[in-house]
T-cell receptor, first 115, second 119 residues
Framework: GAGVSQSPRYKVAKRGQDVALRCDPI?????LFWYQQALGQGPEFLTY????????KSGLPSDRFFAERPEGSVSTLKIQRTQQEDSAVYLC?????????????FGPGTRLTVL | AQTVTQSQPEMSVQEAETVTLSCTYD???????LFWYKQPPSRQMILVIR??????QNATENRFSVNFQKAAKSFSLKISDSQLGDTAMYFC????????????????FGQGTILTVHP
């Protein structure tokens, strides 16, 4: 595909369950970002990868959140023991080089609802 | 830390008319980038326009232009000849400039402005 893809598009979890959200960036893109977007709000930064290296995880809200990109392409965001406040849309974005002025290309997001 | 404020939760405009969306930001940085992103209903976020802070000339992209006032820390978006397809949520975003470092490439977004274009 030409764009960033994310799966699943929708996820409903019971409180306390673990979830895994997948991001397939555009092929060859070096930079990959995860953002969390609460309903009616702007996205908030979670974490950043340059190839397989996680260079910034300052936005992860708790140690229940974990992200990886082991081969420098596909990334997974894992949330353990989900809580209701984790309900949000999780956006993935990729960029062809080191970011900065380069455009970030966003995926459609995964809408997570925790009951 | 940087903050981005969009003070207009909702705006509306008639087709073919012009509308301006406001954005202010707060930063102690001198070099940075500013962006406007568009998020149509149930669709992916896409870049509308971007501005480098060291460039005094305002960026333009077809019907979209910005009014960048660095001293006032203001970055408004003007949409001319509005079209129905412009209906979306618009986000202003800030990015600190610099190679490496923990903030490199990280976007800080405002709360968004919902724009509705009426026929």
């Amino acid at each position: 595909g030409a764009g960033v893809s994310q799966s699943p598009r929708y996820k409903v979890a019971k409180r306390g369950q673990d979830v895994a959200l997948r991001c397939d960036p555009i092929s060859g893109h070096v930079s990959l970002f995860w953002y969390q977007q609460a309903l009616g709000q702007g996205p908030e930064f979670l974490t950043y990868f340059q190839n397989e290296a996680q260079l910034d995880k300052s936005g992860l809200p708790s140690d229940r959140f974990f992200a990886e990109r082991p081969e420098g392409s596909v990334s997974t965001l894992k949330i353990q023991r989900t809580q209701q406040e984790d309900s949000a849309v999780y956006l993935c974005a990729s960029s062809p080089r080191l970011a900065g002025f380069n455009e970030q290309f966003f995926g459609p997001g995964t809408r997570l609802t925790v009951l | 830390a940087q903050t981005v404020t969009q003070s207009q939760p909702e705006m509306s405009v008639q087709e073919a008319e012009t509308v301006t969306l406001s954005c202010t930001y707060d930063t102690s940085e001198n070099n940075y980038y500013l962006f406007w992103y568009k998020q149509p209903p149930s669709r992916q976020m896409i870049l509308v326009i971007r501005q480098e802070a060291y460039k005094q000339q305002n960026a333009t992209e077809n019907r979209f232009s910005v009014n960048f006032q660095k001293a006032a820390k203001s970055f408004s978006l003007k949409i001319s000849d509005s079209q129905l397809g412009d209906t979306a949520m618009y986000f202003c975003a800030f990015m600190k400039h610099g190679a490496g470092g923990t903030s490199y490439g990280k976007l800080t977004f405002g709360q968004g402005t919902i724009l509705t274009v009426h026929p």
